[in-house]
């Protein structure tokens, strides 16, 4: 009996072994154009390129792979997307912003002909992505990545902008184009981090946010400003040698705990466990086979095969 209780023994070990080893809890890693976090239930990632346009996206759903699951889980997906298409230094003739009656003095197109590639520098040990004018400092932007317990809920971007301005009464538009998610509600008076106002997505379990500063700082002095919201959002920057600001997209972190904790719930507790990885059913079949060729011996040994 001995030899079958190591059996079972081992048979319980080996089944219980590869949940513990794929069991990886909060990741984080990047690549040249991407991020990507872990938590307990959901996969965050952030994505960025230089095309016709600076394109930026943050991104979630469920880690499970499972397709009716997937199905099932549905609303736990979620997904925000900004284009910046271009700087348009212009005279504002009415006093109320970017609009088809200004006169455009220049533009500057945020494209891949304009633009370098994303860029990854490593700034006392954060990762930060950087996109960069072909034409020296006329144009910089840096993607700051804000985790909460190593996982990645917000990415901030910074304009460090260096327009060779045609006027010096003009302006500087920055058109924007929100393209991804379905952002419906407008916040303001929140306080989070200097950005006073946020576009929300209505999303009951993971809302994301757009948010943007009211001021922005011009060769050291902030002034205030009054982003356009339409069919483009437009952020208007009076004129200056040194344009600095920073709007950013955003998860609330205890959404993802919250949904961590539903979802592990609602799909029976360890999550890594409900998804069959290789190495368990490989493992399982071992100590099937195990425990059979164990039970083999035993039975043959008592009717004194051996
Ligand atoms: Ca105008």
Same mark, same amino acid.
């Given at each position: 009996m001995n030899i079958l209780r190591t059996g079972l023994f081992l048979f319980i070990i080996l089944l219980l072994m590869p949940s513990t080893m794929a069991d990886d809890g909060v990741s984080f890693t990047t690549t040249e154009h991407s991020f990507e976090g872990h938590s307990e239930t959901m996969v965050i990632t952030g994505e960025f390129a230089v095309t016709d346009a600076i394109e930026l996206s943050l991104l979630i759903k469920p880690a499970e792979s499972d397709n009716r699951r997937h199905s099932m889980m549905s609303e736990y997906n979620n997904e925000m997307g900004i284009k910046i298409y271009e700087l348009v230094e212009y005279v504002d003739a009415d006093n109320n *912003?970017? !609009?088809?009656?200004d006169t455009v003095l220049s533009k500057f197109k945020l494209n891949s002909d304009n633009l370098n590639d994303v860029s990854v520098k490593n700034v006392d040990g954060d990762t930060i992505f950087s996109i960069e004018s072909v034409e020296n400092g006329v144009f910089n932007m840096d993607i700051e990545i804000n985790k909460y317990e190593n996982i990645p809920v917000a990415f901030k971007w910074s304009y460090d902008i260096n327009y060779p301005f045609v006027s010096n009464v003009s302006n500087l538009a920055v058109i924007h184009e929100l393209d991804q *998610? !379905?952002?419906m509600s407008m916040m303001d008076g929140s306080n989070m981090n200097n950005h006073q106002n946020m576009m929300s997505d209505n999303h009951k379990n993971l809302p994301m946010m757009f948010s943007w500063d009211n001021s922005v700082n011009v060769d050291g002095s902030d002034i205030e400003i009054t982003p356009e919201i339409g069919e483009d959002f437009i952020l208007s920057f009076p004129n200056g040698k040194n344009i600095l600001y920073d709007p950013k997209i955003q998860l609330d972190p205890t959404d993802i705990s919250r949904v961590d904790s539903l979802l592990a719930g609602l799909l029976g507790g360890d999550f890594s466990m409900l998804t069959p990885q290789p190495q368990s059913l490989i493992m399982g079949l071992v100590g099937i086979a195990t425990i059979f060729t164990t039970g083999l011996v035993l039975d043959k040994k008592q009717k004194g095969v051996f």
């Amino acid at each position: 009996m001995n030899i079958l209780r190591t059996g079972l023994f081992l048979f319980i070990i080996l089944l219980l072994m590869p949940s513990t080893m794929a069991d990886d809890g909060v990741s984080f890693t990047t690549t040249e154009h991407s991020f990507e976090g872990h938590s307990e239930t959901m996969v965050i990632t952030g994505e960025f390129a230089v095309t016709d346009a600076i394109e930026l996206s943050l991104l979630i759903k469920p880690a499970e792979s499972d397709n009716r699951r997937h199905s099932m889980m549905s609303e736990y997906n979620n997904e925000m997307g900004i284009k910046i298409y271009e700087l348009v230094e212009y005279v504002d003739a009415d006093n109320n *912003g970017y !609009s088809t009656d200004d006169t455009v003095l220049s533009k500057f197109k945020l494209n891949s002909d304009n633009l370098n590639d994303v860029s990854v520098k490593n700034v006392d040990g954060d990762t930060i992505f950087s996109i960069e004018s072909v034409e020296n400092g006329v144009f910089n932007m840096d993607i700051e990545i804000n985790k909460y317990e190593n996982i990645p809920v917000a990415f901030k971007w910074s304009y460090d902008i260096n327009y060779p301005f045609v006027s010096n009464v003009s302006n500087l538009a920055v058109i924007h184009e929100l393209d991804q *998610g !379905s952002m419906m509600s407008m916040m303001d008076g929140s306080n989070m981090n200097n950005h006073q106002n946020m576009m929300s997505d209505n999303h009951k379990n993971l809302p994301m946010m757009f948010s943007w500063d009211n001021s922005v700082n011009v060769d050291g002095s902030d002034i205030e400003i009054t982003p356009e919201i339409g069919e483009d959002f437009i952020l208007s920057f009076p004129n200056g040698k040194n344009i600095l600001y920073d709007p950013k997209i955003q998860l609330d972190p205890t959404d993802i705990s919250r949904v961590d904790s539903l979802l592990a719930g609602l799909l029976g507790g360890d999550f890594s466990m409900l998804t069959p990885q290789p190495q368990s059913l490989i493992m399982g079949l071992v100590g099937i086979a195990t425990i059979f060729t164990t039970g083999l011996v035993l039975d043959k040994k008592q009717k004194g095969v051996f």
